[in-house]
C-alpha cells in the first residue's frame, strides 16, 4: 500500500523524446540602436543567464511571444505605439504566468505611468534610458517578482473534466479540448490524468504512462518546476501530460493537499491547466472540482446520465464569479429514438447545455497514426471543441485560409 506518510519514495526520471524547454531568463523588444547597445551592457552585469535582445518593439514581442517560451524578465519598447494600453492587454493574453515586464518608451506621462502599471507592466522608464534607474527596474523584476506586476501575478486557468457517470466519454473530449487548445490556440496546456491506475489520457494520446505522477502526489512536498519538467510527457511544443498506470492491485493514496500543491506549480508554469477527473467521491477529487475556475460536466442522453448530472451539480452549486461550471452533451443522438430530448433534459436540469458534441463513431474508428487527434480532422466534432475552447478562452475563432495545410 502506498501512502504519503511513508518515506519519500524516489522520483523517477521520464524518458521522452523531448524535454520541455526551459524559460530565457531574459528577453528585449527594442526599436533603436541605441537602446539596444545600452541594454545590452545593464543586462550583462545585472541579469545572469540566457536571454537575447530583438528589434521590432512591442509588436515584435506579441508575435514572438505568441510562438515561443516567455521569459522571466520582459522589456518591451513602446515608443510611437498609439495605443500603449491596447498593447499591453495584448501583451498579458500571449505572457506565460509568471513574467516580469518593465516597458520602456518617449512620453513622460505620470498618466500613462499610472495605465500602464493598471495593466499589468512592473515599471516604465522613459527614454533616454538612465542606467541607474533601467538597472533598479531590472533588479526589482528579478529579486522581487512576488511584488510585481498582475501579469507576473496571473495564473493559468484551471478547468476541470469530468463524467456525469463513466462511458459518457469524459476522457476523449478533456484530451481533444487540451490538443486544441495547445495547437490551434497556441497557448501553453497541462494535461493531468488523475485516474492513476488507468492512464486514459496516455493512451488516447498514444504516449507512454509513466510513474511521475504518482510518485509527485505522494510526495507533494518536492513538487516543483524542475520536478514536473522531469516527469511530463510532452506532445508536441506546447501540450505536457501528466498520466500514470499503475498496476491494479495496488491502493494508491495521495491526500488532497498534495492535488492542490500540484495544480498550484503548474498553474504558475502554464495557461491551462487540465485535469481529468475520476467521478470518485473521495477527497482529492472533490478538492479538484471545488478549486478549479470551470467544472465540465460530461453527459449524455440516458435516464441514468441525467439522474448523476443532478446529483453532481447540487455538489458543485451554481458556480459564481470565481468558478463556472458549463454542462456539456456528448455523443448527441447516439440512442435514437430512445434517448432523452435535449429539451426534457433542460427541463430536470433547469439549464441549458453549454455545448453539443455530435455522435460520430467513424471518426474515431479512423483516428489512427498521425491522425490519432480527433479534434485534428475537419468536421462537426472539431468545430464543437473549437467552440468549447472558445467558451474557455474569450478568444476570437481562427480565421479558416484556404492555403492552410491541415497537421
Not at 524516489?10 to 537602446?35: M, N, W
Request: with cysteine.
Amino acid at each position: 500500500m502506498r501512502s504519503v506518510l511513508e518515506a519519500p519514495a524516489p522520483i523517477e526520471r521520464t524518458t521522452t523524446t523531448k524535454q520541455p524547454l526551459g524559460r530565457p531568463a531574459f528577453l528585449a523588444f527594442v526599436s533603436d540602436g541605441e537602446t539596444e547597445t545600452l541594454l545590452r551592457e545593464c543586462v550583462s552585469e545585472l541579469v545572469p543567464g540566457n536571454g537575447s535582445i530583438m528589434r521590432g518593439g512591442i509588436a515584435k514581442a506579441v508575435t514572438h511571444l505568441g510562438q515561443h517560451r516567455s521569459p522571466q524578465i520582459l522589456i518591451v519598447d513602446i515608443s510611437g505605439v498609439e495605443l500603449p494600453i491596447s498593447r499591453v492587454n495584448e501583451l498579458a493574453d500571449v505572457c506565460e504566468p509568471g513574467v516580469a515586464v518593465i516597458a520602456i518608451g518617449n512620453r513622460d506621462e505620470i498618466g500613462l505611468y499610472r495605465e500602464l502599471l493598471r495593466a499589468g507592466v512592473t515599471d516604465y522608464v522613459v527614454k533616454p534610458l538612465n542606467p541607474r534607474l533601467l538597472a533598479k527596474a531590472l533588479t526589482d523584476g528579478r529579486v522581487r517578482p512576488s511584488e510585481a506586476s498582475p501579469i507576473h501575478k496571473k495564473l493559468g486557468t484551471l478547468v476541470a473534466f469530468v463524467g456525469a457517470r463513466g462511458g459518457v466519454g469524459t476522457t476523449t473530449l478533456a484530451v481533444n479540448t487540451a490538443w486544441h487548445l495547445a495547437h490551434r490556440q497556441t497557448r501553453r496546456v497541462a494535461l493531468v490524468d488523475l485516474d492513476l491506475q488507468n492512464g486514459d489520457c496516455a493512451l488516447a494520446l498514444e504516449i507512454k504512462a509513466t510513474s511521475g505522477l504518482s510518485e509527485a502526489l505522494a510526495n507533494p512536498l518536492r513538487i516543483d518546476n524542475t520536478l514536473l519538467e522531469r516527469v511530463m510527457s510532452p506532445v508536441g511544443e506546447r501540450l505536457f501530460v501528466l498520466s500514470s498506470e499503475e498496476p491494479l492491485h495496488e491502493d494508491l493514496h495521495f491526500t488532497a493537499v498534495a492535488v492542490e500543491t500540484l495544480v498550484s506549480v503548474l498553474r504558475e508554469q502554464f495557461h491551462y491547466v487540465i485535469l481529468d477527473v475520476p467521478r470518485i467521491p473521495a477527497a482529492p477529487y472533490r478538492r479538484a472540482l471545488e478549486i478549479a475556475d470551470c467544472r465540465i460536466v460530461v453527459a449524455d442522453q440516458t435516464l441514468r446520465s441525467v439522474r448523476d448530472t443532478v446529483r453532481l451539480r447540487a455538489v458543485l452549486g451554481d458556480g459564481d464569479g470565481k468558478r463556472r461550471n458549463l454542462l456539456v452533451v456528448n455523443r448527441h443522438g447516439e440512442g435514437g429514438r430512445h434517448a432523452v430530448t435535449l429539451q426534457e433534459m433542460q427541463q430536470v436540469l433547469e439549464v441549458k447545455p453549454n455545448s453539443v458534441i455530435p455522435f460520430q463513431p467513424t471518426l474515431f474508428a479512423m483516428v489512427t497514426g498521425s491522425t490519432k487527434i480527433a479534434a485534428a480532422r475537419r468536421g462537426k466534432f472539431r468545430e464543437a471543441i473549437s467552440t468549447l475552447a472558445l467558451g474557455l478562452s474569450g478568444r476570437t475563432p481562427e480565421r479558416r485560409r484556404w492555403w492552410r495545410v491541415e497537421k
